[in-house]
Structure formats: structure tokens, C-alpha cells
């Protein structure tokens, strides 16, 4: 162990790990550019939606806005065969109202006027954006596609581990592990730059193919996570059928009563009842327009046939594990509000393209070129 601190470069395990490295970063290399360059991009999701789609954001008209009722019923009526599953009120990066809309075949994602309620248009099936998201979550191979992007997150995961050990320069030298000498020759600079760029970067890429991970494989994942710490089950509430031939009520009945029992709150969101015997349901922001990717929003579940309000899941005190279920897929996409943080998930995003562009001319360099040098 001494000599792997002080002399690292001379131990046969450091050698070892460097070929896997090498080779690992070799095979799965391109691959692990297209999906972080791709990821990076979709870190600005929403603000390319709108440089393509500009009619779909933009209001038409200014003043209050609409109530949400009028919003469900502007869509039902212009898709009188569909059902509409919930509505989202404007954010501070989307000024218009979200609806979905739809039926087992398809799903409608509309955006509608914040004022009039009018429907503005649906993002379409197949666009830049669209195919972006593909890309990067199935490779544009569907199942298949998914399934090989949980391998290269392992992959990728293991590029972590050993990287970590081959970056290691010794308890002498250790801090000129995290800087360039841009006087030395451009093959030492390129050495330093993967070797800085990694360390630097190495916890966050970690996290990305671990969360890549979870959201490939989630079932898995939630399984190893509840192992270790175990998961608050929850129940969401009911509403009670007595009567299998009842209507529910009306939606705007239902949101005014929730609004009755949310005083001084906007609503954010409202999701209509999937089945005979689910709640309606009204999520609450304290601000308006709803901050972006926010996670502070109260919930208030009704009884759709009464708008008695049900019982909420208990609020037990949440474990480790219940922390990290609800932080994967904000941390993995770069879900925040703030447009700083978003700009560091850019950023720290390109990490991993730079490491395989430079970690790329080392191998080329001291690998083939050697070769056809010989040859």
C-alpha cells in the first residue's frame, strides 16, 4: 500500500487497471460521447421547445390567468375523444398551460393559452427535440436501445473507479493533478488535461451512471436502494364508489373546493381521476407562475363523486433511501430552476466527451501509431 502512495506508477495493480481503462474507454468511447453531448443539450429541454415551437409558448394576449376548469374543457372540446389526464399551470420557463390528452393509443402533449385558455397546438410525435430524447435515453432502438445504455452507465461507472486509481501521482505530487502546464509539449498537455478534467469531474459522472443506471433499470434499482435503506410504502387515497353509476363532479367544483382548503396558494397542477376509484387531485406552489422543476408544491386529494378532501399519505419522516428515489431524476436531467445550476450541468456535461476526445489522441499516440510506426 505504501508503495501505491508514494510510487504508484510502479505497482502491477495501477498497471493493470490502466490497460482496463484503456481499453474499456477505447470500446465504449463513442458511445459515451453521443450520450453525454446529448445529455448536456437536453440540460436546455424547454428553451429549445420554444425556439422551435415559438406559437406553442408565446401567449396571445395578456391577464389573468385562466381558470383550470376552463383549461380541461378548452381541450375536451377540441379533443372530444380523449382523455384529459392533468393540467400544468405556467412556470417561470413555460408561460403557457400544459395539458395531456389522450386514449391507450396515443398521448396529445398540448400547450393553451394562459388568458383564453385557447389551444395553441401539440408538440409533435417526431422533432429535433424529440429525437434528441431518444438518442440519448434508447439510443433510438427502443427497449433494446435502454437496455445497452444501462451497460455503457456500467461501463462508464467502472471508467470512474479505475480512472480515480491511475490519476493518483503520489502523496508528493499530488496537487499537480489538478493543473495544466501549458509550457510543456501539446502530448503532456493532452495527458493533463484528461487527468485535471477527470478528477475534477469524476464524482459527478459517477452519479450520472448511477442514476443512468436507476432510471435503465428501476425496479433493480429501487430494490438494491430499499436493501440498504428501506422505503416509505405509501398509499395514495381513494374515493369511495358507492354507487357505480355515479358522475363526478365538475372539475371546476372540485378545484374551487381544493382552492377553499389551500388558501393563499396557486394552483400548479391538477391531475383528473384514472379509474372509477381514484382521487382528484390538486398540487399547490406558494408563487405564481410556479418556479421551474420545483419540488415544493401541497397536495390536496378530493373524493371525485363528493370533493370530500381524503386523507393524505402519512408524512412519516422520510429515510436516506426515500431521499435518493426523489433526487434521481432531477439530478440525472439537470431538473433545477436555477439557470447557473443548469449551466453547470452543461457544462460538467461535456466532461466526459473531452475525456474520450483527449484520453483518444494519448491512445492513438502511444498505441497505433507505435505500431504503424514499426510496421
Known amino acids: 500500500m505504501s508503495t501505491f502512495l508514494d510510487r504508484p506508477q510502479s505497482t502491477l495493480v495501477r498497471r493493470a487497471l490502466f490497460q482496463v481503462h484503456i481499453w474499456v474507454g477505447v470500446l465504449t468511447g463513442l458511445y459515451i460521447f453521443v450520450v453525454c453531448t446529448t445529455g448536456a443539450a437536453l440540460v436546455f429541454r424547454i428553451e429549445m421547445q420554444r425556439t422551435l415551437h415559438p406559437t406553442l409558448f408565446t401567449p396571445t394576449k395578456t391577464g389573468p390567468v385562466a381558470h383550470p376548469a376552463d383549461v380541461i374543457d378548452s381541450v375536451t372540446r377540441a379533443y372530444p375523444n380523449q382523455t384529459v389526464f392533468g393540467v400544468d399551470a ?49 439510443l433510438l ?52 488535461v484528461h487527468s485535471a478534467v477527470g478528477i475534477c469531474t469524476v464524482l459527478l459522472i459517477a452519479m450520472w451512471a448511477v442514476t443512468g443506471l436507476s432510471l435503465t433499470f428501476p425496479n433493480r434499482f429501487r430494490d438494491v436502494v430499499n436493501a440498504v435503506s428501506p422505503l416509505a410504502v405509501t398509499r395514495t387515497p381513494e374515493s369511495r364508489v358507492t354507487d357505480k353509476t355515479a358522475a ?45 422543476a420545483s419540488a415544493d408544491l401541497s397536495s390536496v386529494y378530493l373524493d371525485q363523486y363528493t370533493g370530500k378532501r381524503l386523507a393524505e399519505p402519512p408524512s412519516t419522516g422520510r429515510s436516506v433511501g426515500d431521499v435518493v428515489m426523489a433526487w434521481v431524476a432531477t439530478l440525472h436531467v439537470g431538473g433545477f430552476g436555477a439557470t447557473g445550476l443548469r449551466v453547470a450541468w452543461f457544462i460538467v456535461g461535456l466532461a466526459p466527451p473531452t475525456l474520450f476526445a483527449t484520453g483518444f489522441i494519448m491512445w492513438w499516440m502511444r498505441v497505433v501509431r507505435r505500431r504503424l510506426l514499426r510496421a
Open 90 to 138: 405556467p412556470t417561470t420557463t413555460r408561460p403557457t398551460y400544459l395539458a395531456y390528452a389522450g386514449s391507450n393509443e396515443r398521448l396529445f402533449t398540448l400547450l393553451l393559452d394562459p388568458v383564453d385558455a385557447r389551444v395553441l397546438g401539440e408538440l409533435p410525435d417526431r422533432s429535433f427535440v424529440r429525437s434528441l430524447q431518444e438518442l440519448h435515453f434508447d
Open 141 to 192: 432502438a427502443g427497449r433494446t436501445g435502454r437496455i445497452v445504455n444501462g451497460l455503457g452507465a456500467a461501463c462508464l461507472l467502472l471508467m470512474c473507479a479505475t480512472g480515480v486509481v491511475i490519476w493518483w501521482p503520489g502523496r508528493r505530487h499530488w496537487r499537480g493533478g489538478f493543473t495544466v502546464d501549458f509550457r510543456r509539449p501539446w502530448t503532456r498537455i493532452t495527458w493533463e
Open 248 to 292: 363526478h363532479l365538475d372539475w371546476r367544483a372540485l378545484v374551487d373546493r381544493a382552492c377553499e382548503l389551500a388558501p393563499g396558494q396557486h394552483v400548479a397542477r391538477v391531475v383528473t381521476p384514472s379509474s372509477p376509484t381514484a382521487a382528484f387531485l390538486v398540487m399547490f406552489s406558494r408563487e405564481q407562475p410556479t418556479p421551474a
